[in-house]
């Protein structure tokens, strides 16, 4: 063998040896309830075998015994990847990290250690948890998550008012996922129930603007009769302010697609009341009553011949 297969031989063996060496020291301090010199060590050892399941394993149980709940999520969540037979330890493994971080106070920790039970096992039912891993989904904003996780959250909420309190939530999720079909009953369900009054402000903001959208798209789509209706509910008590001048603009739209001039006027006119005229939906309700009043003015009379 060439030196520099000896050279290359005997570093790799090293590095196994060294490996080895930490993870023996780190079981010993782990054993001696020494924590943090044991995690140490199995880091170490991660950096000189990266992949090795047991030391996982290991650095994950002794980053949990030291309070230090975002390396300890880090690592289950790594073993059940690298090691999909052991998906249901790392699973355990993430639970005991959410019930210490609840118990220490730490929600953002919680948060973190289910999005790495959902990442290495998707199927566990979180049972108590879908409360907070469905939050908290909905505020990292990942809405595919949080629209999967709400329901069950408020079928499981403890009273009335949580429900309602989630159920806002979830409308909320499903309008920044543009899915309005999903939100205004959700919203809907809020006003009819009653049960939070502290959401039910929001409820009507986000069902006006939502009748709002759908209004834009029906009437985009030539349907301004089905439009209407949308545009109606838009500007019900309760709706912002911009969304209900949004709304007549669209009721104008519409009136005019059906050929009423004078119903057209009317809505520009009131799309027109609480704004500025240098705002966008001032302008544009400015230039459809212009465009209007233009093609009511009688033709200009044909010059006459010499």
């Not at 993870?23 to 880091?43: H, P, S, V, W």
């Not at 609840?102 to 973190?112: P, W």
């Amino acid at each position: 063998m060439r030196p520099l297969g000896f050279a290359c031989l005997a570093l790799a063996l090293a590095c196994a040896r060294s490996a080895a060496d930490h993870e023996d020291l780190g079981d010993r301090n782990y054993a001696a309830g020494a924590y943090r010199d044991a995690l140490a060590e199995y880091q170490l050892g991660l950096k000189a075998h990266a992949g090795s399941p047991d030391l996982y394993a290991k650095a994950a149980a002794a980053a949990l015994h030291t309070g230090d709940y975002g390396l300890a999520s880090a690592n289950y969540v790594a073993l059940g990847e690298t090691d999909r037979s052991r998906a249901a330890e790392a699973a355990d493994g993430l639970e005991r990290v959410v019930r210490a971080a609840l118990a220490a106070n730490d929600r953002n920790a919680a948060a973190t250690a289910l999005q790495g039970l959902r990442a290495v096992s998707p199927g566990r039912p979180l049972g108590k948890y879908t409360r907070l891993a469905a939050l908290g989904a909905a505020e990292r904003g990942d809405t595919g998550a949080a629209l999967a996780l709400l329901p069950s959250a408020v079928a499981a909420a403890g009273n009335a008012r949580s429900a309602d309190s989630l159920l806002f939530v979830y409308g909320m999720a499903a309008v920044r996922a543009r899915a309005c079909s999903t939100a205004v009953p959700a919203f809907e369900g809020v006003l009819r129930r009653q049960h939070e009054p502290a959401v039910a402000e929001g409820a009507r903001e986000g069902l006006g603007l939502c009748a709002l959208v759908e209004g834009q798209r029906l009437l985009a789509a030539g349907k301004p009769a089905d439009a209407e209706d949308w545009f109606r509910r838009a500007t019900a008590p309760g709706s912002p302010p911009d969304v209900v001048r949004g709304a007549f603009l669209g009721l104008g739209d519409v009136k005019l697609a059906q050929g009423d001039i004078p119903a057209a006027l009317e809505s520009y006119q009131q799309a027109l009341a609480g704004g500025t005229s240098g705002d966008t939906l001032a302008q544009r309700a400015h230039e459809k009553i212009n465009a209007l009043g233009k093609a009511d003015a009688p033709s200009p009379a044909p010059p006459k011949l010499p």
